[in-house]
């Protein structure tokens, strides 16, 4: 059965109607996993005589994607030269290795080999090209070498690096800028900045219920925004805002706010893409010390997944993963849910699929075996699961980060002056290189689309 997009808008039950705003604030940032943090951190740092506030339904940071990933400094390899991917990635490497030095976050740059047998050398060779001429990414100081240094390896060189490559392995790329990054503490890192601020403030355990465009009554009152609602904790009764700039990085739920603003045909679809890990203890890898990625099969792709590969944390343990395993409630799975019926699905029934089990275990094996043949099934544990935000679904190609702006005048009758005042920015689709790129995301979103594009004036 083909797989249907969840397009369920905020409030879509209409459970909480229209409140009046209590109070203002200038900035709502929305959702607290890494790139909440960021962006929220760079509005505190650009304008700290302003109000920035970060709500976050969970009750600390990073519960969701941020913290179920790989934790790989990625270096910038895979997507599109010109998409936003590659040039928030390139320029989020450099800005999360110069943080982390900064911030004593551990790190360490371990680098990539990404192994090609003989008839993928095509692949890697591909990527080896597209990485000479990348370009420097905008604000980045332009150095001696590539903004992205790559060398493409034989087997025999791969395998001096990683004896216990297979021995059907015929050339490498390696990738000496990827690193691995303790993602828990860089998170830490940025709400430690946020706290320190004047005006900034996070609030957890704190849900976003609705959201209404606001204009003012009479062009001398207060400023066009948004009316923001939230419920906290297990309270009936919440909270009504208005915030001057809203900025949406809710993740998972990311469409949802857009969703409840637009009429059913024009709404967003996403898709829900898992990625189980299994941890490793046995033969076959005692004597890796790089990451290690294989070439994409020829049923996926990297643009949708990376395949399971090889990483490291911090202490040396090894795990592998992610696969990828696409989701979707059971009313939909189970056939009983029409077209109508992606409206009012659960956007939350990815919850229950965190539960790691074994049930994809062999097919990791087998993937894995392809390239370290040494790997013994017996030695694989599951360990975690993710769920990645995608744009598209199976074999839907290349789908790039989105930014969406929007403002109130698009969703009421009348037209004001103040138009293009109160912008609400919706970062959709933000899965992986995110946590690489978080940085350079709040970089762009303050420095590009607020203070440029819509003309707030840093200070």
């Known amino acids: 059965m083909q797989l249907k ?194 005006g900034a403030e996070l609030v957890y355990g704190t849900r976003v219920v609705r959201v209404d465009p606001y204009s003012p009554p009479s062009p001398n009152t207060v400023d066009a925004g948004w009316v923001v609602q939230t419920i906290t904790g297990d309270n009936t009764e919440g909270d009504s805002m208005l915030a001057g700039t809203v900025i949406n990085c809710s993740g998972l739920s990311g469409h949802l706010i857009v969703n409840s603003l637009l009429p059913k045909e024009s709404r967003i679809p996403l898709y829900y893409g898992r990625g189980s890990y299994a941890s490793y203890r046995g033969p076959g890898v005692s004597h890796i010390s790089h990451l290690i990625y294989p070439c994409p099969d020829q049923t996926s792709h990297a643009f949708q997944s990376l395949g399971s590969h090889l990483t490291l944390d911090l202490q040396g343990k090894i795990r592998f993963g992610p696969d990828l395993d696409w989701l979707q409630p059971s009313s939909l799975r189970d056939g009983d849910g029409d077209e109508s019926g992606s409206d009012s699905a659960d956007p939350d029934f990815w919850h229950k699929e965190l539960i790691p089990d074994d049930t994809r275990l062999s097919l990791m094996h087998k993937a894995v075996q392809e390239y370290l043949p040494g790997v013994v099934f017996e030695g694989l544990q599951p360990d975690y699961c993710g769920v990645r935000p995608k744009l598209v679904g199976p074999g839907g190609g290349f789908r790039d980060f989105v930014f969406r702006t929007d403002y109130p005048d698009d969703f009421l009758s009348s037209q004001t002056s103040q138009r293009r005042k109160a912008p609400m920015i919706s970062l959709l689709g933000i899965e992986s290189p995110g946590l690489t790129s978080s940085l350079a995301i709040a970089e762009m979103v303050v420095e590009d689309l607020l203070c440029k594009k819509e003309g707030q004036v840093p200070e």
């Open 5 to 198: 997009g969840i397009t369920t808008a905020l409030n879509g039950a209409g459970r909480y109607k229209y409140k009046n705003p209590e109070f203002a604030v200038d900035y709502l940032v929305v959702g607290g996993g890494v790139v909440g943090l960021a962006v929220a951190r760079h509005l505190a740092q650009r304008f700290p005589s302003k109000s920035t506030y970060l709500v976050e339904r969970h009750s600390s940071a990073g519960q969701e994607t941020s913290s179920r990933n790989s934790e790989v400094i990625h270096a910038g390899l895979y997507y599109p030269a010109g998409s936003l991917k590659t040039q928030l990635c390139l320029r989020g490497r450099w800005l999360m290795y110069d943080h982390c030095r900064k911030y004593n976050v551990p790190f360490r740059k371990t680098g990539k080999l990404v192994v090609a047998r003989n008839n993928q050398r095509s692949y890697v060779e591909d990527l080896h090209a597209k990485a000479l001429k990348l370009p420097w990414p905008t604000r980045s100081m332009p150095g001696d070498g590539p903004t992205l240094p790559t060398e493409l390896i034989s087997g025999d060189d791969a395998r001096r690096m990683e004896p216990d490559l297979s021995k059907d392995i015929a050339a490498a790329l390696w990738s000496p800028e990827t690193g691995i990054v303790d993602s828990h503490t860089f998170m830490e890192s940025l709400e430690a900045d946020i706290t320190s601020s004047e």
